[in-house]
């Protein structure tokens, strides 16, 4: 397979900030970007050379789109695998059709990461009540039921504390799949963001800690200032076991938990860009973004070291606009932060709007500063952080 080089045409399908980030580095390189999705005036398509507004489920529209591309790759992992099979008659797609169809539904990737023996948390496929009460008393309590496709950001998510509370879960089975899994009490949750390309060839960024609320990602701190180097090593080891097994082209984000027990467990697989990479857009030599660019176009990949020693990411969610417009100069007077808004037209609740990365000398240095431009923002952002 040639290599893609620069002034070629690259095609994205979706066009949300994954999109964008990924169409800035590209036409920083000077290749041209064309984005598919259902929607227009998009974060991603908005940048981009052309952005076609088509349904996923039209395949022929697809297929135009790919005849006008050299290779493409996706921003999320909600596309149907039909889609990607169609544009793939045309153009290379990486990651493949067959790695979204392992990692865009919860119960394959989890049969997937048994089957290989990667770590991970007990759990049962769930299609009906019966199937739901033998998974609880095989599983015990607590537990979480996860709808098997279509989830993300704690969406389809349901904790079943005791036998009194298994209603709400009963109740909401309809005729969906789903998935129990055992709960697990972690100490905290890390990521390890990588790339593999063509030949491949391996890259990462070492182990980022990242720290949720409301099931949403709220901050990520880079190297992770609270586990030892051996544990981040080993996840690392492991990131490269999954991509390897998968053969994925592209870039992967493997997330974990760390049990109180100093474990590892693989939470879920992400075959894209991910939110807690985000800060090496700023902090490394070569950002996750141009990381895929070079990994799906065939090109070398590039150096992941950080440009300082540490560095730390805050997420914007449209909380922060509900007293109004937030102080942009305030968070801009912090030197040593830099500011990425996602063009997104309208702020609700939840919805990530953009985010924050500072650089700095310590791991807990970076975390204080970027806290600090977000409290910024708004007088009363503390009573509103996520």
């Known amino acids: 397979m040639k290599t893609v080089l620069p002034g070629a045409n690259l095609g994205v399908l979706g066009s949300g900030q994954l999109g964008r980030m990924f169409a800035l580095a590209a036409r920083r390189m000077g290749y041209r970007v064309h984005t598919f999705s259902p929607h227009a005036g998009t974060p991603a398509g908005q940048i981009s050379d052309k952005e076609y507004q088509r349904s996923y489920e039209d395949l022929d529209a697809v297929r ?172 690392v080891e492991i990131a490269r076991r999954v991509l390897e097994t998968l053969d994925v082209v592209g870039v992967m984000c493997v997330e974990f938990f760390v049990t109180r027990e100093g474990k590892l467990l693989i939470n879920e697989l992400a075959p894209r860009p991910h939110n807690s990479g985000h800060l090496t857009f700023d902090a490394c030599v070569t950002s996750q973004f141009e990381q895929q660019l070079r990994a799906v176009c065939g090109l070398p990949l590039g150096s992941t070291a950080l440009l300082s020693p540490a560095a730390a990411m805050a997420n914007l969610l449209g909380d922060l606009w509900r007293a109004g417009e937030p102080d942009w100069r305030a968070a801009c007077a912090f030197p040593d932060v830099k500011l990425h808004l996602y063009g997104k037209m309208e702020a609700r609740a939840g919805r990530k709007m953009g985010h924050l990365t500072a650089l700095a000398g310590s791991a807990e240095e970076a975390a204080r500063t970027v806290l600090a431009a977000r409290d910024a923002l708004t007088p009363d952002s503390a009573s509103i952080r996520v």
């Open 64 to 235: 135009e789109f790919a005849r006008g591309v050299e290779v493409l790759t996706f921003e999320f992992e909600n596309i149907p695998v039909a889609t990607v099979e169609a544009a793939s008659q045309f153009a290379p797609v990486h990651p493949s059709g067959a790695v979204l169809h392992t990692t865009q539904h919860r119960l394959r990737e989890k049969t997937f990461l048994a089957a290989h023996g990667f770590p991970h948390a007990p759990f049962r496929r769930v299609a009906s009540a019966e199937d739901l009460r033998a998974s609880l008393d095989a599983l015990g309590y607590p537990a979480v039921l996860k709808t098997a496709g279509f989830g993300y950001d704690g969406k389809g998510q349901l904790k079943i504390s005791s036998q009194e509370t298994i209603g709400q879960a009963l109740a909401a089975l309809g005729q969906r799949e789903w998935v129990l899994e055992a709960f697990v009490d972690f100490e905290r949750e890390v990521s390890v963001v990588a790339a593999r390309g063509r030949s491949g060839e391996f890259a990462d960024y070492g182990l980022i800690e990242n720290e949720h609320r409301r099931h949403i990602l709220d901050l990520s701190v880079a190297p992770a200032p609270n586990v030892p180097a051996s544990l981040a090593h080993e996840a």
